[in-house]
């Protein structure tokens, strides 16, 4: 096949769109996704100047997505004196997964040059989600875990760097995940938060002042032309999964959507047009009612709609065993 811009060899096929791309018109018209949705959800405020630039903290895991989106902002902001970036790796401690990820991490962030910065569950709580996995005092999953501590660190450490946002990668095929799981849940709550935590462009979202806004510019492009894409580009990325990976809806989910885009090409993107929409709707409904519960956690400080918050509650019981 030939690509239709130049007539060159095609590296890809898009089924969504019909297109054929040679490697430098598919990587262009990644990159111009990228940037049209960076544009869209207006990440860049009017207000950002060189004296008091905007500051973004980019959550680096190591896999394709994360190394994608560090690649490509470095590549359009690095220039930028309006915007600061701050690449933050998080170690959960799991045995021969993470450790390959933040080497991988550390040389992306040292060629592109980026502050760079690791921390880790065993210094911040002491505890590794190997030994969480296995003694598991909840009886749930380890992502039930992982996510809280996760967002936790996340969340604090980009308050900490004085973050006015938070970039990760998830990419279309999570998005649409997400959204399918919140649909066929029945969880109209849970798609106002999505809106209002990571979805919605700036200008609509009304997040609350407690959070460190989040985004994702990466939502428009599908999983596997993130993954062409690192390949061609030949980007330092780690691609083994977890081996506590558990989300087993997700996983239903996943199967489930890849088989309704090859039979129905577009059907991802034009579920998250839907859904944004929807979600959007939900959270001018759910907003006001929020906002009035949250306070500080007892231990921590964390913003929390109880008295001790989530991850203080589960380090707790944890510690107990
Ligand atoms: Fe944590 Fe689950 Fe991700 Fe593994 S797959 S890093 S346990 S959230
Ligand atoms: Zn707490």
Request: hydrophobic share 35%; aromatic share 6%; with cysteine.
């Amino acid at each position: 096949m030939e690509c239709d811009k130049c007539g060159r060899d095609a590296v890809m096929h898009a089924g969504y769109s019909g297109a054929h791309l040679c490697e430098n018109h598919f990587c262009a018209s990644v990159e111009k996704r990228v940037r049209g949705r960076i544009r869209k959800d207006s990440l860049v405020p009017r207000d950002a100047t060189p004296e008091d630039p905007e500051h973004w903290v980019i959550g680096l895991s190591g896999g394709k997505d994360s190394v994608v989106l560090t690649h490509i902002l470095d590549d359009t902001f690095a220039k930028d004196p309006r915007i600061e970036m701050t690449a933050l790796t998080i170690h959960e401690g799991i045995e021969g997964y993470r450790d390959e990820s933040v080497d991988a991490c550390v040389e992306l962030a040292e060629e592109l040059q980026m502050r760079h910065e690791l921390v880790t569950y065993e210094e911040e709580f002491g505890v590794r989600m190997d030994d969480v996995a296995e003694e598991d005092p909840e009886n749930m999953a380890p992502c039930a875990y992982c996510g809280v501590f996760r967002r936790d660190l996340l969340e604090n450490y980009a308050e900490e760097f004085g973050a006015d946002k938070m970039l990760t990668g998830h990419n279309l095929d999570d998005e649409a995940e997400t959204a399918l799981m919140n649909v066929l849940e029945g969880d109209v709550e849970q798609m106002a938060k999505h809106f209002d935590a990571s979805l919605g462009p700036f200008d609509e979202r009304n997040p609350t002042e407690e959070f460190v806004p989040r985004a994702k510019p990466l939502r428009d492009i599908p999983e596997k032309e993130v993954a062409l894409y690192a390949h061609l580009k030949d980007l330092p990325a780690h691609i083994t999964e977890c081996p506590h990976a558990s989300e087993a809806f997700r996983g239903e989910i996943q199967e489930l959507m890849l088989d309704l885009e090859d039979r129905h090409p577009g059907t991802r993107h034009s579920i998250m047009s839907g859904y944004e929409e929807m979600a959007g709707l939900a959270a001018d409904r759910y907003r006001s009612a929020d906002d009035a519960d949250l306070n500080d956690c007892e231990r921590c400080g964390s913003t929390t709609a109880r008295d001790v918050c989530r991850k203080c509650r589960l380090l707790e019981s944890i510690r107990a065993v």
